[in-house]
């Protein structure tokens, strides 16, 4: 089966391809490099001419998959805590993984295979040897790859069939496939092979592959494998931006729906380092309703429920909208929505149409809003019949009460004549009316009747308002305007980043976010890891960020098999894979996410997937710290700078960084305290024995020496107090006092109060974190007994080579102690002291 030519063909089309290069004229669409051979014997296996034609599925084939179908697929169980004990065992389950194991038990090694699927296999196999039967190749390759009914997955052998079809038809779902799995090596098939991962895309994109050319877009856009090249990132982002505006307008009236699905993971834990200590759940993110999860979806649909029963007609209208436009972990349900819009509409209209007498204050409007979305609904045909007529009586009544939707309907309806004669004058005087109230689908369509008549500013100004929204069309509208130079200088960078915007809007074309959620929500962690890392390799952030978090080893506080020997490791092989994790926190960094950068200055520190690297790790935390104001990465700084990682130790500094975290993020409190306290033992440690490192105070020595009763007296009662003090008179003189300016009038509001713990309000939590930290401290300690052998070790030598041997050889026990950021436990140690 595996034939001969295939293992010359490769080295062939590589040679093909450096000779050619990357292919100069991409905006011309016959595929050149089809030519560069001359030899048109190859040219079948390179490519199917033309688009292959349909063939029909072999009967034996067919036979095959109709067996396959009735097996039974292994339901997802979603476990859903309820009630108190439901909660206290889940949280109890919770609490116990994040303490000990690096995740959850997910092996399906003890899956056995169907003996039904195992026969239906043979026959495939057979097919596909007697047959060349292409089908049957691509269901095995399939069932390997993705492990459909049941059968377990097996990246080689998924690998040789997507090869083999490749070869064989220039099938491009099978090229994509294959260079897919050249990209990421998943499941470690084949060596990962950015020249390679590139070539097989470029043919499937030449096939007309949707995953493929984005994939292309994003390697050109950042340089992966190639090196960075606009003009090859636009001309693949328009590709699937054209194809995703092709779709949107095939809807129904105003297009099809977009649905999101992609959001970050990790964010449903408060972020990577957990609430308050993500960049994402804190300081302006805390409260962003974006971040609505799952769980509290259902607490808002109980509130609005119950506030809806006692007659609150907001609320009720606030559920129907909710119910219409569907929300992370609520699909979109028309007949609910109906039923409560038309709750809220009966109480303002009678049947007859007419308005009830004395409508209560603000209801007009609200039930114009009502009637706008039972309108969209008629008029789109969404849980009811489609009918134009039904829909015009709605925006009729809305339009009565001046409401902008209904406006903007209207508009639609006498643009394209949907039961009404056409009337282009009319359909802008609406558009014109419902743009007024801000209706980002007007302006859009003002915009499109601005840029028929020529008037381009108008246009573009119309577009840029609706953009502010984030509407896809308007999206495209700038990107083509900017792209073929329209009132404009034409620019690569700015057109290429709008396309990418539109093709990264339509997600639910050409992307599996809904199945990877799905699969994630039911803890299938495998089954998740595979649609998220190719939406990732196509170039989302969202997904990068939730391969790399999947993938994240560093978060347990540490493993239960280090005290626990027999406890196996129970991530499989496939989510072990510390390069591929640090790979994808680099390229979801680079899209900007703090966070991100964060985890990738970690892995540099603990050298984890690649080789350690203090100072690149600084860089990573400077630029959080700095750029982003992120409390972590100040925090971490502190660290640096007191055991003298990258640069220079020097506890004033490191002081500094840790009170910089603290203002950054007041949740910083517990960790933040812990490290101060710390910070002082060793620099009085440092001052007795006459250290040479940079102290806290800069005229500490001019002290008289206190006896260790009273240094410990003082030490209690005033800490940052009489720090501040001191810093505020060499305040003139100390340089880098700069930072600290920034926040200077939080010092006015009751700064110093705020470091105290609030009894009334949160004694229970501070109760909570206190009993839980002096856990963690005795578990810590059971681990650091084990280590402190070698730490010692290290410890000597660290300071012998230093001649700064004492502050070193304590260093080395703080260091146990208290995580460093590269260790494991590091981030689960500040996420677990923070904000809960
Ligand atoms: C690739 O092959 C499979 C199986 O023959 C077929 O279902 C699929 O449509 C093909 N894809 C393309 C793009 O031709
Ligand atoms: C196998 O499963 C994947 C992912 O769930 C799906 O995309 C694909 O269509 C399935 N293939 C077949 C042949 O059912
Ligand atoms: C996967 O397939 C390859 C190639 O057919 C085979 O050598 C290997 O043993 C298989 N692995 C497993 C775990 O079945």
């Not at 919770?94 to 295979?113: V, W, Y």
């Not at 007949?335 to 819009?341: E, Q, S």
């Not at 034409?490 to 093709?503: D, E, N, Q, S």
Request: charged share 20%; with cysteine; glycine share 8%.
């Amino acid at each position: 089966m595996r034939t001969t030519f295939s293992c010359f063909l490769p080295a062939l089309l590589l040679f093909q391809t450096c000779a050619a290069g990357p292919s100069q004229q991409p905006l011309e669409d016959d595929p050149t490099l089809n030519a560069a051979t001359g030899n048109a014997d190859y040219r079948e296996f390179l490519f199917a001419p033309g688009q292959p034609e349909p063939q029909p599925v072999s009967q034996r084939v067919q036979d095959i998959w109709d067996t396959l179908r009735a097996v039974q697929p292994v339901a997802f169980h979603v476990n859903k805590p309820s009630g108190l004990l439901g909660y206290t065992l889940h949280y109890g389950r919770e609490a116990f993984r994040i303490l000990f194991l690096n995740g959850p038990a997910s092996d399906k090694t003890g899956r056995k295979t169907n003996p039904t699927v195992a026969r239906a296999v043979e026959e495939l196999k057979a097919a596909a040897d007697e047959d060349q039967d292409t089908d049957a190749m691509f269901l095995l390759a399939e069932m390997n790859f993705y492990g459909n009914f049941t059968h377990p997955r097996n990246f080689t052998e998924a690998f040789l069939w997507y090869n083999d079809l490749a070869w064989l038809t220039g099938n491009s779902t099978a090229q994509s496939m294959v260079g897919f799995m050249y990209a990421t090596g998943i499941g470690e098939a084949v060596e990962r092979d950015q020249a390679k991962a590139l070539m097989y895309h470029e043919f499937a994109a030449e096939g007309g592959n949707t995953r493929s050319e984005m994939t292309l877009a994003y390697r050109y856009h950042t340089g992966i494998g190639t090196p960075k090249t606009c003009d090859h990132a636009l001309f693949y982002y328009k590709k699937v931006a054209d194809k995703v505006i092709d779709f949107y307008r095939s809807g129904p009236p105003g297009g099809h729906a977009m649905i999101r699905d992609s959001y970050r993971w990790a964010d449903e834990e408060g972020g990577v380092y957990g609430e308050g200590a993500s960049v994402s759940s804190s300081g302006m993110n805390a409260r962003d309703p974006s971040h609505v999860t799952e769980a509290s979806v259902e607490d808002v649909l109980e509130f609005l429920d119950l506030m809806s029963r006692k007659g609150e007609l907001r609320h009720t209208y606030t559920l129907a909208k909710m119910h219409y436009e569907g929300a992370r972990g609520l699909p979109r349900n028309f007949h609910r929505a109906m039923k409560y819009f038309k709750v809220v509409i009966r109480k303002y209209w009678n049947e007859d149409g007419s308005i009830k007498q004395n409508p209560p204050a603000g209801l007009d409007k609200l039930a114009a809003k009502a009637a706008g979305h039972v309108g969209l609904m008629y008029l789109r045909g969404e849980g009811v019949a489609q009918s134009y007529g039904t829909a015009l009586i709605w925006f009729r009544r809305g339009l009565a009460n001046g409401d902008g939707l209904c406006q903007h309907q209207m508009g639609l309806m006498y643009l394209h004549g949907y039961g009404v004669p056409q009337d282009a004058y009319k359909a802008s005087s609406y558009f014109k009316a419902a743009a007024e109230q801000d209706i980002p689908a007007a302006e859009t369509r003002l915009g499109a009747l601005f840029l028929d008549q020529g008037d381009v500013a108008a246009a573009t100004r119309y577009f840029e308002l609706a953009a502010r929204w984030g509407w896809m069309e308007a999206y495209y509208y700038l990107a083509e305007m900017t792209n073929f130079g329209v009132g404009r200088q034409r620019h690569c960078g700015v057109a290429t980043a709008y396309y990418k915007l539109v093709a990264e809007k339509a997600e639910m074309v050409h992307s599996a976010f809904a199945e990877a959620n799905a699969a994630y929500e039911a803890g299938d962690k495998e089954s998740a890891l595979i649609p998220a890392m190719m939406a990732a390799e196509q170039g989302y952030e969202t997904a990068q960020a939730n391969v790399a978090y999947l993938l994240d080893e560093q978060r347990s506080l540490f493993s239960l098999n280090s005290i626990l020997p027999w406890v196996q490791k129970t991530r499989s092989a496939l989510l072990r894979n510390t390069r591929l994790a640090l790979i994808y926190w680099t390229r979801s960094a680079k899209q900007t996410n703090i966070d991100s950068l964060i985890k990738m200055g970690d892995y540099y520190l603990a050298g984890t997937g690649t080789v350690s690297d203090a100072d690149k790790a600084s860089t990573c935390y400077h630029n959080a710290a700095e750029a982003h104001r992120s409390a972590q990465a100040y925090w971490n700084l502190g660290w640096m700078h007191e055991n003298g990682i990258a640069v220079q130790q020097d506890f004033h500094m490191a002081k500094r960084y840790y009170d910089l975290a603290l203002d950054t993020n007041k949740e910083a409190y517990l960790p933040v305290k812990l490290s101060l306290l710390k910070l002082r033992a060793r620099g009085y440690w440092n001052r007795i024995t006459n250290g040479n490192i940079n102290p806290i105070r800069d005229d500490e020595d001019s002290r008289p020496k206190l006896t260790l009763r009273e240094w410990i007296a003082t030490f209690i009662r005033n800490d940052e107090a009489e720090y501040w003090e001191e810093l505020y008179e060499s305040r003139e003189d100390d340089e880098d006092f700069i930072g600290r300016g920034l926040d200077s009038e939080n010092h006015d509001d009751g700064y110093y109060d705020d470091l105290d713990f609030d009894i009334d309000e949160g004694m229970l939590e501070g109760l909570l974190i206190v009993g839980l930290a002096a856990t963690l401290l005795v578990l810590v300690y059971i681990r650091q007994q084990q280590q402190r052998n070698r730490q010692n070790e290290n410890a000597a030598n660290a300071g012998n080579a230093n001649g700064n041997g004492n502050a070193n050889a304590n260093n080395a026990n703080n260091r146990g102690f208290f995580p460093q950021p590269g260790d494991p436990e590091f981030g689960q140690w500040v996420a677990g002291g923070v904000g809960h």
